[in-house]
């Protein structure tokens, strides 16, 4: 989290071999409101940053450590350090290295609140900095700085989550992302529909370091015709790029598919999406992780042998229309011949199908325990309990195509009986 150092100041007003202690300081001007689109920075009445404009951010700089200064933030016009909308003191630690945002609105009530309901007024947040990776990719930092926006989450089109459920004034760690990712999409958090997404050039030298600033505004009429909502990358040696908007995506669904069918028959199998091949030599008991699947509208999943060349030789297909949004598991089962295998002891139907069940989950719903669902895909057996050996019955007479809710149990080694 944040630690709430109000401070600002920059070389031009120190000597810092004056000084036996420094720290390694990065300023970024992220505060949307207009009225602050370029302002003068005072550090014990003198001026240390003149007309620094809206988005700009300077370099890591040597700024003294271990004693306390005035910072004065005011107008681009200011004449003096009298001038000054707002004054802080601080103290920085000798030796750290620091990323400092100016964030938030001169008068709150003029702007929309905070849908989370955070405060907005105009304020400097100092984060810990890195000025290179300590990792063999690049590595971004995060920070939500949109007072009108929810919490978000932020995405690339490879699956990796860069920001996840972070509301105004919250940011995360320095996070690895692969550079091969081309795309970054914004999430009201834990939503699969998308607020808006950007291009990202992330091909550089390995090693990079960078700082990714939601900034602007979300709804920019409603905030005095503000500048609009965006993602700011800034580099350590202050170059900011406002990356370029890119289209969002049609609505998906998140789908994870198993393949739990044990006819011999279909021990791998082609699983199309239309006429598109989406999964080659898909094997009996292997899965996918979750991935994004059209929604929406109807979409026909076909299932082909493995030696299929195209959809026409789909041996079964199941139309589906999934929900924009939803999680899905996506369970292969059954054999292709009921006739030729034991029937079912229940009675229930054994013909290969697929298993659609929404409400699916990624991670459990409380992070201090272990959630998983049950699933009888057995053909040839009856009726089931299944037990946690010494501790509980978790399913009680499950039979063939039944899938349990969510069991949520402590991590620790258990035996299933």
Do not use: C
């Amino acid at each position: 989290m944040f630690r709430r150092l109000l401070f600002i100041a920059a070389a031009a007003v120190f000597t810092t071999s004056a000084f036996a202690q420094t720290a390694r300081v990065q300023i970024i001007h992220n505060a949307a409101d207009p009225a602050a689109s370029v302002v003068d920075i005072y550090v014990n009445g003198g001026l240390a940053l003149d007309d620094f404009a809206f988005r700009d951010a300077t370099p890591f700089i040597d700024l003294p450590a271990g004693q306390q200064i005035t910072v004065g933030v005011a107008p681009g016009n200011s004449s003096s350090a009298a001038d000054a909308i707002a004054n802080f003191p601080f103290n920085l630690t000798p030796d750290e290295t620091y990323l400092v945002v100016a964030n938030g609105v001169l008068n709150p009530a003029a702007f929309a609140p905070n849908p989370d309901g955070e405060a907005i007024g105009f304020g400097l947040w100092a984060l810990d900095g890195q000025e290179t990776s300590n990792s063999h990719t690049w590595q971004i930092r995060p920070v939500h700085g949109v007072t009108d926006a929810p919490a978000v989450d932020i995405r690339t089109e490879l699956g990796t989550t860069v920001m996840g459920g972070r509301k105004y004034g919250q940011e995360t760690q320095y996070i690895a992302v692969d550079q091969t990712a081309t795309k970054l999409t914004v999430f009201p958090a834990s939503s699969q529909t998308g607020l808006a997404a950007f291009s990202v050039d992330l091909s550089g030298p390995e090693g990079e370091a960078r700082v990714l600033l939601a900034s602007g505004f979300l709804d920019s009429a409603a905030n005095g015709n503000g500048p609009a909502f965006g993602l700011l990358l800034v580099a350590p040696d202050g170059t900011s790029e406002l990356l370029p908007a890119a289209p969002l995506e049609d609505p998906t669904a998140r789908v994870q598919i198993v393949h739990n069918a044990a006819d011999p028959a279909a021990s791998e199998v082609d699983i199309y999406i239309g006429s598109d091949l989406a999964l080659d030599n898909f094997a009996f008991r292997a899965a996918t992780p979750y991935i994004d699947l059209p929604a929406g509208s109807e979409i026909v999943i076909g299932v082909a042998p493995a030696t299929s060349s195209s959809s026409a030789d789909a041996i079964a297909t199941f139309p589906v229309t999934l929900t924009e949004g939803e999680t899905y598991t996506v369970i292969a089962n059954g054999v292709l011949s009921p006739g030729d295998f034991a029937a079912n002891p229940d009675g229930r139907s054994t013909g290969f199908t697929l298993w659609v069940r929404p409400e699916s989950r990624e991670a459990a719903s409380d992070s201090a325990v272990v959630e998983f669902l049950v699933v009888h895909g057995a053909t040839d057996a009856p009726g089931v309990d299944v037990a946690a050996r010494g501790v509980a019955t978790l399913v009680p007479d499950a039979k063939y195509g039944d899938i349990t809710d969510y069991i949520a149990v402590p991590a620790a080694p258990y035996v299933i009986d």
